[in-house]
């Protein structure tokens, strides 16, 4: 027994993403170690709601494996804030972060001005 109901508004099921959309991996190479970061749309929506800081971020976008990896980066090999910084820098280019928060923004705007 289906519980749909009879006249659909809209499709999720039928919904894919633009082939122009879909970013390369972006890999990023730490102390001659490649680490994949996944794109952030690939995400699952309930995780994106628990990201409230930089250590929650790492874990939905790299692997298990890698984020120990980089904890056990400490003394000479540990990683400067000014480097990790770069890091995220690049990722967001890589994945036009700031284009998309700056037209989400300006879609906020226009709701909240009545357009």
Not at 2 to 27: C, G, H, W, Y
Not at 42 to 67: A, E, H, V
Not at 95 to 115: P, S, T
């Given at each position: 027994?289906?519980?749909?109901?009879?006249?659909?508004?809209?499709?999720?099921?039928a919904?894919?993403?633009?082939?122009?959309?879909v970013k390369e991996?972006?890999?990023?190479?730490?102390?001659?170690?490649?680490?994949?970061?996944?794109?952030?749309?690939?995400?699952?929506?309930?995780d994106?709601?628990?990201?409230?800081?930089?250590?929650?971020?790492?874990?939905?976008?790299i692997?298990?494996?890698?984020?120990?990896?980089?904890?056990?980066?400490?003394?000479?090999?540990?990683?400067?804030?000014?480097?990790?910084?770069?890091?995220?820098?690049?990722?967001?280019?890589?994945?036009?972060?700031?284009?998309?928060?700056?037209?989400?923004?300006?879609m906020?705007?226009?709701?909240?001005?009545?357009?």
């Amino acid at each position: 027994m289906s519980n749909t109901p009879q006249q659909i508004t809209f499709d999720l099921d039928a919904q894919t993403r633009a082939p122009e959309d879909v970013k390369e991996p972006f890999v990023v190479n730490v102390r001659g170690r490649a680490i994949t970061m996944t794109d952030p749309e690939n995400f699952d929506w309930q995780d994106l709601l628990l990201i409230q800081n930089p250590n929650d971020f790492l874990r939905f976008c790299i692997s298990d494996d890698d984020r120990i990896y980089l904890r056990g980066l400490t003394g000479e090999h540990k990683i400067e804030g000014w480097r990790f910084g770069k890091l995220m820098e690049a990722y967001q280019r890589h994945y036009e972060l700031d284009k998309k928060a700056e037209q989400y923004q300006q879609m906020q705007q226009r709701q909240a001005n009545g357009f």
